[in-house]
């Protein structure tokens, strides 16, 4: 069916559910429903809005006219939106399977969490930390930290749980952000590299302005950072003022020092996608800056796909401008995260495996050993081989069209 044999109402209620937002002289248009996105000219926002306000096909075209001089064809324009998944006609489950969007707080809970007096007080977390860690060098963490049980191996199971609640609480940071200013989010597990990790899905935040999409980005990490200076805080205060704190206590809080600071650092690792890449991504008006360059690093060493050199020939100019040099630094950083793979990771798995087999095999299931050799096999299995099969699970559902 035709854009002109469709009854005006339904062209304009789908046109109304769009959102529309500047970026610079184009105009972000998306579907909230699917979480689709694409970048038109400003004329074409024109067009969109004038149909949204319930205006014919033959109007919007005038007023598309009267804003660029030009002759727009609004029917090819639409038809155009409709086959890239971005117009669509029809409401009813089809566009609310695809994405199950989250919803519960309601935003005026969320809102004082994010708002000026929240973030001048992250800033302030994020002060005391630096002062204190300059100041105090017992403070500072080393690896010692890490063991702050007897048993190292309980201290690693204790380790990986504590790790998990902080990983669903920066999340939830994220997703509560977005709640604040009515965005919708959804969690699901992804892969960073050769690391598992899980996400906060907040493509809706494209249907706000740019400088409204900072406060949820940086979300996680001033979770994070308040977090670090609590138990520096806390620390500080064992150490220097004699807070009776039990000892094993104290040694803990060294360990989520020490967690909480590798966290930050590896967020500085843009090429694996991190809040602070899509904080870059934002500021450098960028769409799809990861993609696009890891297509341009493709092309520069190997043999692309007909499919992959339309993706990279479709990406904005400025994402194809600025992955120049990000897929600079993405190629430098994996080829230093298969250093660490080689350096650090496979020989402690190597000797993690000769401590674990022998005990599986050789203790019996009343052994506290035994079960935690299990344990520890179980979660490095996890940890180790889930990665794969999310990443093709993505590579298939980029190739569906429902990941960017």
Not at 33 to 58: K, M, Y
Not at 141 to 158: A, G, H, N
Not at 272 to 292: G, I, K, M, S, W
Not at 332 to 350: D, E, Q, R
Request: net charge neutral.
């Amino acid at each position: 069916m035709t854009i002109s044999q469709r009854q005006a109402s339904a062209v304009q209620a789908a046109a109304a559910r769009l959102s529309l937002v500047a970026e610079g002289d184009d105009v972000l248009v998306g579907n909230p429903a699917t979480a689709t996105f694409v970048a038109v000219p400003a004329v074409g926002g024109v067009v969109l809005s004038a149909l949204a306000d319930g205006r014919s096909v033959t109007e919007a075209a005038a007023a598309a006219f009267e804003h660029s001089q030009v002759e727009v064809d609004v029917e090819d324009f639409l038809a155009t939106l409709e086959e890239a998944g971005i117009l669509v006609y029809e409401e009813g489950p089809a566009l609310s399977g695809e994405v199950r969007w989250v919803s519960g707080v309601p935003s005026w809970l969320a809102r004082p969490l994010f708002g000026k007096v929240a973030w001048f007080c992250y800033a302030l977390a994020l002060v005391f930390v630096l002062v204190a860690l300059a100041a105090e060098p017992a403070l500072r963490p080393s690896f010692e930290d890490y063991l702050f049980l007897p048993d190292p191996v309980l201290c690693i199971l204790c380790a990986y749980a504590i790790s998990v609640v902080i990983m669903i609480v920066h999340e939830a940071w994220h997703w509560l952000a977005g709640r604040a200013i009515d965005v919708p989010a959804r969690f699901r597990l992804s892969y960073r590299g050769i690391f598992l990790a899980a996400e906060t899905d907040l493509s809706l935040l494209l249907t706000r302005p740019r400088r409204q999409r900072y406060g949820p980005m940086l979300a996680g990490p001033a979770f994070d950072i308040s977090l670090l200076a609590l138990a520096i805080g806390l620390r500080w205060a064992y150490f220097d003022l004699g807070l009776p704190l039990p000892d094993v206590l104290a040694r803990l809080l060294g360990t989520l020092i020490l967690m909480t600071i590798v966290n930050l650092v590896l967020q500085c690792a843009i090429f694996l996608r991190t809040d602070l890449y899509a904080v870059l991504a934002c500021a450098l008006h960028c769409d799809n800056l990861y993609r696009t360059s890891w297509l341009t690093m493709k092309k520069r060493l190997l043999p692309m796909s007909a499919e992959e050199s339309a993706e990279l020939e479709s990406a904005s100019r400025r994402d194809r401008s600025v992955a120049q040099w990000f897929s600079i630094l993405y190629l430098v950083g994996m080829f230093g995260l298969f250093w660490f793979l080689l350096t650090f990771l496979l020989p402690a798995t190597v000797g993690g495996l000769s401590w674990m087999i022998p005990n599986i095999l050789s203790l019996s299931t009343g052994s506290l050993a035994f079960w935690e050799s299990v344990a520890v096999a179980l979660l490095s299995a996890a940890s180790t081989l889930a990665p794969l099969p999310l990443a093709l699970r993505e590579r298939r559902l980029r190739r569906l069209g429902r990941l960017s």
